[in-house]
């Protein structure tokens, strides 16, 4: 059984960029949920699809986007980066409510 | 955005001794979970609560959902040096209105010393 992977590891960007970042959820499960940690902090939630559809979304604004795609994966937007967007993104994949298992998740470094 | 209250922040304990950490918020939980985050990983469930006064246990890890279900605790007995990391709890459901996100905790850095 395949866990949730994450890419890239790492990635630099400069303010004003756009940024995707992808995830592949675990075998089995539908629902995939992004979480931004900055350094220091705990994880926080940004939003969640379950069959392809945002289902709950955090205190982030619209310039944070994604997509669930047929096969369960999922992508993260960040549109006009800013400096504090730099942080830890982590996906955690799960079969509808049950419990999330996280990836390693993408350190993103905006200069 | 919330973030539940975890203490203490960070200790420092021999390895064999026994820890314990709490996870407190002004919220209700459906659910309470504890995670161990590693340097450069993604969080690690650790054991899962989903009953107010549910005692768990997984190996030396022993967690407990508070009666009121706005706290939780975790106890890891006979540390060992892979114990090293930062637990986190989580809350889910409950007062925050939805099944579909976790609120974190703030962490809590355990370092065992030989």
């Known amino acids: 059984e395949t866990g949730v992977t994450q890419s890239p590891t790492h990635l630099i960007k400069t303010r004003g960029q756009q940024v995707t970042l992808r995830c592949s959820s675990q075998?089995?499960?539908?629902?995939v949920s992004w979480y931004q940690q900055a350094l220091g902090q705990g994880p926080q939630f940004i939003f969640q699809?379950?069959?392809?559809?945002?289902?709950g979304r955090g205190n982030f604004p619209p310039r944070f986007s994604g997509l669930q795609f047929p096969n369960y994966s999922s992508e993260l937007n960040v549109n006009a980066l800013e400096l504090d967007d730099s942080a830890l993104y982590l996906c955690?994949?799960?079969?509808?409510?049950?419990?999330?298992?996280f990836g390693p998740g993408t350190r993103l470094t905006v200069l | 955005g919330q973030q539940l209250n975890q203490s203490p922040q960070s200790m420092f304990i021999q390895e064999g001794e026994d820890v314990s950490m709490n996870c407190t918020s002004s919220s209700i939980f459906n659910t309470w979970l504890w995670y161990k985050q590693d340097p450069g990983e993604g969080p690690v469930l650790l054991i899962a609560l989903y009953k107010a006064g549910e005692l768990t246990s997984n190996g030396r890890l022993t967690a407990q959902f508070g009666i009121t279900r706005k706290d939780s605790f975790l106890n890891i007995s006979a540390s060992i040096p892979s114990d090293v990391g930062i637990y986190f709890c989580a809350g889910r459901g409950g007062d925050t209105g939805t099944a579909s996100k976790l609120t974190f905790g703030t962490g809590t850095r355990l370092q065992v010393t030989l």
């Open positions: 699809y379950y069959r392809e559809e945002e289902n």
């Open positions: 955690a994949s799960s079969l509808s409510y049950n419990e999330q298992f």
């Open positions: 075998s089995g499960h539908n629902t």
